[in-house]
C-alpha cells in the first residue's frame, strides 16, 4: 500500500509504443507509424501483425504507354497499374463510339447502342447493336400497335354493348307501354310481298342447317306462325340488360311435335330443354328431318353474349359455377358451346331466359334441286353481306 501497488486497474505498456498505457484488456489507440515496402508510413492503427493493410497514401503516377498522368491511392496502383483514365474509343464493326479505361482492351466492352436496322416489317430493331436483331414477330413497335388496336376494338365493343343495353331499355319501356294483349297465342303471318324477306329468311336458315345432316334434302316451308308473349318478351329484354356482353340475337331451331308448341308459346325454352339448344334434328328425334317428312320447327332469338368452349355439358356447368356469381354482369360467360365427339355443336345458356321464342314454322323435307341450291346459296350470300355491312357501319360510326 505504501508503494501504490493496490488500486482497481492494472495498466499494461503497448511495447511498440511504451510511453502508451492501456487498461487491460484494451488496445492500442496510436498510429502504427512503421515503414511499410513501398516506403511509406502506415497510418492504421496500432497492430501487432508484420503485414500492413493496403497503403491509402494518394500518389501521382504517369503511364508510359499513353502518357496520361493519374492519381490513385498506392494500394490500389501495386494491384493495377493499368490506365484507368477514361476515354473514347470507337468499336470496330459498328463504328460506335464508347467510353472505357484507357488500360483495358476493346474486346471486354459491348456496344450498348439501339440497333437502328429495319426489320421486315419496317419498324427499326430495338434491341442493341451487340446483339442478334430482333424477328419480325417480336417488334416492339407492331406489338405496341397492336395493343393500341385491341384497346380501340375494346372500346368500341364497350360502345356497343352500351348501345345494345340501350336500346333494350327503351324496348321495354316502349313494350310495358304499348296496349297489347297480354294472352299467349300463335299469329299466322301469311305470304305476302311485306313478309317476303321473313320468308326468304327462314327458308334459308333451315335449309343451311338441314345441309349439315342430309346435303341431299332441301327444305320447303308450308306456314309460318308468330308467337306473341308479351311477359316472355320483358323478361328476354330484361335478361339482354344484365348479360356480361350484350349481342344481336342469333336463331336456333329446334324440332317439336304438334302437343310441344302451346307448352313451349307458354314457358319457352323451360317447357322443351334444360338450358340446351340444339341444331335441327336432334338425335333424340332422328325419325323427324328424313325426306318426305312433316316437320314443326321453333324459332328461338338466342342471346349467345360472350361465348365460351367446353367439351362437355357437366364442364359448361362447373364453368358457371365458377364465375362466383351465377348470374348478373359479374358472370365470366353468359353462353358456352359444347362440342362433343360426333362434332355436333351445342349450346347451353346461362340464363334460359335469354332465348325467345318468336316463330313456329311448319316445313316439308324434300330432295334437292340442283337450281334450288343454288338460288338457297346465292340468297345465304345476299343475307350475310347484308349482316357484315350493317355491323361494319355500327363499328364505323363509333
Not at 497492430?47 to 502518357?67: D, M, T
Not at 338441314?210 to 318478351?233: C, G, S, Y
Request: glycine share 4%.
Amino acid at each position: 500500500k505504501d508503494r501504490e501497488c493496490l488500486g482497481s486497474d492494472f495498466p499494461l505498456v503497448c511495447p511498440l509504443h511504451p510511453g502508451r498505457l492501456i487498461k487491460l484488456g484494451s488496445e492500442c489507440k496510436e498510429t502504427c507509424s512503421k515503414l511499410m515496402e513501398c516506403g511509406h508510413t502506415c497510418r492504421a492503427i496500432c497492430h501487432f501483425s508484420e503485414h500492413h493493410p493496403q497503403c491509402e497514401k494518394i500518389v501521382n503516377v504517369r503511364h508510359s504507354l499513353c502518357g496520361h498522368l493519374e492519381q490513385r491511392s498506392c494500394g490500389k496502383l501495386k494491384k493495377d497499374k493499368r490506365c484507368q483514365t477514361l476515354v473514347f474509343d470507337r468499336h470496330l464493326i459498328c463504328g460506335h463510339s464508347f467510353q472505357k479505361e484507357c488500360g483495358r482492351p476493346k474486346s471486354g466492352y459491348k456496344c450498348q447502342e439501339r440497333c437502328k436496322k429495319l426489320l421486315s416489317c419496317k419498324h427499326p430493331c430495338h434491341r442493341l447493336c451487340s446483339e442478334t436483331c430482333a424477328q419480325a414477330s417480336e417488334c416492339e413497335y407492331c406489338k405496341e400497335k397492336e395493343r393500341i388496336q385491341r384497346e380501340k376494338e375494346k372500346e368500341a365493343l364497350r360502345q356497343i354493348e352500351l348501345q345494345r343495353r340501350k336500346a333494350a331499355e327503351e324496348e321495354l319501356a316502349q313494350l310495358k307501354k304499348s296496349p297489347i294483349s297480354q294472352e299467349k297465342e300463335l299469329l299466322p303471318v301469311e305470304w305476302n310481298k311485306e313478309n317476303a324477306e321473313l320468308y326468304a329468311e327462314i327458308q334459308y336458315q333451315l335449309n343451311s342447317m338441314q345441309q349439315k345432316f342430309d346435303p341431299k334434302t332441301e327444305v320447303r316451308l308450308a306456314k309460318i306462325d308468330q308467337a306473341l308473349n308479351v311477359a316472355a318478351h320483358e323478361t328476354w329484354l330484361k335478361a339482354k340488360i344484365q348479360m356480361v356482353s350484350p349481342s344481336e340475337p342469333v336463331y336456333r331451331y329446334v324440332l317439336c311435335s304438334e302437343h310441344d308448341i302451346k307448352a313451349a308459346l307458354r314457358f319457352g325454352l323451360k317447357a322443351y330443354i334444360s338450358g340446351m339448344i340444339e341444331l335441327l334434328k336432334p338425335e333424340e328425334k332422328a325419325e323427324l328431318g328424313k325426306k318426305d317428312q312433316k316437320c314443326i320447327g321453333l324459332r328461338f332469338k338466342v342471346l349467345k353474349g360472350k361465348t365460351g368452349r367446353c367439351d362437355s355439358v357437366e364442364n359448361a356447368k362447373q364453368t358457371f359455377r365458377r364465375s362466383g356469381q351465377p348470374s348478373g354482369r359479374e358472370a365470366l360467360f353468359d353462353s358456352v358451346t359444347i362440342l362433343n365427339a360426333k362434332e355436333k355443336e351445342n349450346l347451353l345458356l346461362r340464363d334460359q331466359n335469354l332465348a325467345l321464342l318468336d316463330y313456329v314454322v311448319h316445313f316439308d323435307v324434300l330432295p334437292l334441286q340442283k337450281e334450288k341450291a343454288d338460288q338457297i346459296t346465292e340468297l345465304g350470300m345476299t343475307l350475310e353481306k347484308d349482316f357484315l355491312k350493317s355491323e361494319r357501319s355500327l363499328l364505323q360510326e363509333i
